[in-house]
């Protein structure tokens, strides 16, 4: 392989490589990129070969040189044996290497199925870290190309289906704050246009997600970062924002997606608790809308999202806490795909050590 950066040329084209090819993800835009620039990373736009390419995110340790390198959801994979897309990634390690790199991680979502990958990874000299991302695992509903709501919609539980059907029935409206994706084409039989700003939108959807996380025990942040990220998301095309309303209670909820690599990914949502016995089935409807729009833009799978937790990642059982949204999503008719998780290779072990040593002195001195 002959591992490089990319030209302008190729920048130019880059989420077509990345992003919207099959396996793409979100994670290795250019815009990605660029937001992860704005939090001190440098970003690299490295070509694997003429035809796979790798957003790489680098910092560099303070004090005592050298760097860290992640490359986020990446490089994508799209069903190729699993030793092939090993072999690029041990090559962009060694090619980082020659760059000062002492560790490089990858968090590539491989299925677990395809074992060749992970074997050759860690063959490769790279080992299994703790995850990076909040999940490792996904819950999956795969889609026909020629499926339709009706098919998809019978896979669906009882319950489910009449909650969609109660919240339908209620009048819950729901607004798609979109700029790519499928055109309704002036209908509006799914998707109502909205009614104020995407800033607005997405501030009180920012709020909502601080209250579930008070409620659940985690923290939801840094706001603004967030906040920025979805508009600069949204505005390439890679974000869907759905909000559920009724026309006096106001929003009652939401669901960011992002579209990307023939799929659409739940990557947040949340409610207002305090509306859910006047409003039951509002996350019901706003997962079903989701699929919908997979549907109607011909994606393969609707990603549901993650409920499983550091540190073991696994499948959650009954009496976990993560049991009871797992249910509502496997209700979807979804299934859960292990994945094979983060893995990272030491390249230079004594700066390595001595980096993040500096990092953590340089931490607490900013205190």
Known sequence: MSVREATAAELAAWDGLTVDAPGGHVYQSRAWGEHRATLGWTPLHVMLDDAHAALVLTRRWPLVGGASAYVPRGPITAGEPGDAAARRVAELAAWLARRSVDVVASDAEVPAAQADYGRSLRAAGFRPIPEIQPSRHRVSLALARDTDDAAVRAGCSKATRQRISAAEG?????????????????????????TRSLDDALGDFATLLEATGERRGFRFG???????????AHDAGHLAYLEATDVVAGPLGGLILYRHGGRLSTVHSGDVAAARERFPGVMHLLRWRAIQLAIREGCTEMDLGGVDAAPDHREPVTGDPMAGLYEHKRSFGAEWVEMTGAHERVLRAWRYGAGRLAARIVRAAGR
């Not at 729901?174 to 084409?185: K, L, Q, S």
Request: aromatic residues 16%.
């Open 170 to 194: 209620a009048g819950i409206a729901i607004a798609r704050y979109d700029r790519a994706g499928w055109d309704e084409g002036g209908r509006r039989s799914l998707f109502e246009l909205p």
């Open 222 to 232: 840094p706001r603004e970062a967030f906040l920025a990220w979805w508009r600069r």
